[in-house]
């Protein structure tokens, strides 16, 4: 079988066979990747503070004076005469009513102040080696980890080394 003298072909050919090696160079390598726990050794909280103000009304009793009662004899004639009486004739006036204290109001700003964790500062130990990351939710005494290995290559650029130490 003779294959027809094209130049087309024989292009088509050179670059089919070429490409092989071509695509050697640019190999991209699998990660290897697996998930394990870690022995978490501490969680600190890490906490927003937020401020606050509203208005209330603060309102303090002033001090009123008492009405002055007159004060009776304290013998113990007058005693039994005023009981005598109370008896026969009209009844002694009652004591003045509770005195109802004047009241100060104003109004007032009053600022309060809140704490509420938003994140977690995690320790933790993975085959002697210990990291630190920082994590949304409290991850009890174990975390679940992503572990992933990749050979070195020198060519090619590392990745960011977020979370470790």
């Known amino acids: 079988m003779r294959l027809p ?3 087309t072909l024989l292009l088509c050919l050179l ?9 050697q160079d640019r190999v991209v390598q699998a990660e290897n990747v697996r998930l394990d726990y870690a022995r978490v050794l501490s969680v600190e909280p890490v906490y927003q503070t937020l401020r606050a103000t509203r208005t209330e009304e603060q309102c303090e009793d002033e001090p009123t ?6 004060q009776a004899e304290e013998g113990a004639i007058s005693r039994m005469v005023d009981s005598v009486k109370g008896l026969f004739g009209k009844p002694p006036p009652a004591p003045a009513g509770p005195v109802t204290p004047r009241r ?6 009053v600022g309060r102040e809140f704490r509420r964790p938003i994140a977690y500062d995690v320790d933790y130990i993975y085959k002697g080696t210990k990291y630190r990351s920082r994590l949304a ?29």
Not at 65 to 70: G, M
Not at 149 to 159: A, F, G, V
């Open 104 to 109: 100060n109001c104003r109004i007032v700003e």
């Open 15 to 23: 670059c089919w066979a070429a490409w092989p090696v071509a695509a």
């Open 5 to 7: 003298n094209s130049p």
């Open 137 to 165: 939710e409290d991850p009890g005494n174990r975390l679940r980890i992503r572990v992933s290995i990749m050979p070195y290559l020198p060519d090619q650029p590392l990745p960011p080394t977020a979370g470790r130490p």
């Open 65 to 70: 004076p008492e009405p002055a009662t007159p």
